[in-house]
């Protein structure tokens, strides 16, 4: 073995620059379902921190203990031109406690967006925007199995008699807790959304995760043998897919890492 792993060290590191993403998972609640949204604030008034809406999402247990959060998304309806400064997020965990859940420990915050998409008119003067935040690779693994909640909020002024609302998805249909709005943060409640603003269930969200440290290489559901031999045929192939460690190269220690998570189940 000490013979293996000193002919292994002796191999180059290649430094690539294309990767995909390793099993990746969706959590979708997009596109908006036509309805008024979750929280705002009229007559020229600032979509600040303090008024803010949040909604739970979930990632399995899969085959790894982490997930990697690259992006997150959410609509909203808006009657002014938002900039990328216009909005942050911030990722929350969950307080656990049976259906009363609600956002509790802070864990990750952005404030500047990544990129606005304009869908056009919604209704009357309101257009509907999605808002993309980018998340570093890295900066963001949540636990396995566990529910978190995704908050959006305003970081300036908007324009005289401009309104913001938070577009909601509900359908009728509950996916994990009710939507919470909470109209003083961080000192106001977080209420659910069909008790103090509007008749929805979900926020219209998605949030994109992989389990990029798993030894599940091929997204099969489980790791097996063949795992081993399409990371290895990745490895050799200097694919950065094989870059199990995240340091942004093919390096001896990926190899390592890979085995050891494979064997340790």
């Known amino acids: 073995m000490q013979r293996f792993r000193r002919f292994l060290s002796t191999l180059p590191i290649f430094v690539l620059t294309t ?20 929280a705002s604030q009229n007559a020229g008034g600032s979509f600040s921190n303090a008024v803010r809406g949040a909604d739970d999402f979930h990632f399995p247990v ?9 992006e997150v998304r959410a609509q909203l309806l808006l009657n002014w031109t938002p900039s990328l400064a216009s909005f942050g997020m911030q990722v929350f965990s969950d307080t656990g406690v049976g259906a009363d859940r609600r956002p509790n420990v802070l864990l990750f915050t952005r ?3 990544t990129s606005i998409i304009d869908f056009g008119t919604a209704f009357g003067s309101y257009r509907r925007y999605e808002v993309l935040f980018q998340i570093p690779q890295g900066s963001l ?17 908007i324009p005289t008699g401009g309104s913001t609302f ?9 996916s994990g807790a009710i939507a919470r709005a909470n109209l003083a943060f961080p000192a106001g409640p977080w209420q659910r959304l069909d008790q103090c603003c509007t008749g929805a269930t979900d926020l219209a969200i998605r949030v994109l995760a992989d389990q990029s440290f798993s030894a599940d290489f091929n997204c099969s559901g489980t790791p097996t043998v063949q795992d081993v031999f399409d990371f290895l045929a990745a490895f ?21 890492s890979f085995l050891e998570a494979y064997f340790a189940g």
Do not use: E, K
Request: charged share 10%; hydrophobic share 45%.
């Open 19 to 38: 990767v995909s993403l390793a099993c990746p998972r969706t959590i979708d609640q997009l596109p908006w379902d036509g309805r008024d949204g979750a």
């Open 62 to 70: 899969g085959s790894g203990a982490l997930w990697r959060v690259s």
């Open 111 to 113: 404030t500047t967006a």
């Open 141 to 157: 693994s949540l636990p396995a199995g566990q529910f978190h909640w995704l908050s959006m909020y305003g970081t300036g002024a």
């Open 166 to 174: 938070l577009a909601t998805a509900g359908n009728g249909i509950v």
């Open 236 to 256: 050799f192939a200097n694919n950065l897919a094989a870059d199990f460690d995240q340091s942004g190269a093919l390096t001896v220690q990926d190899l390592f």
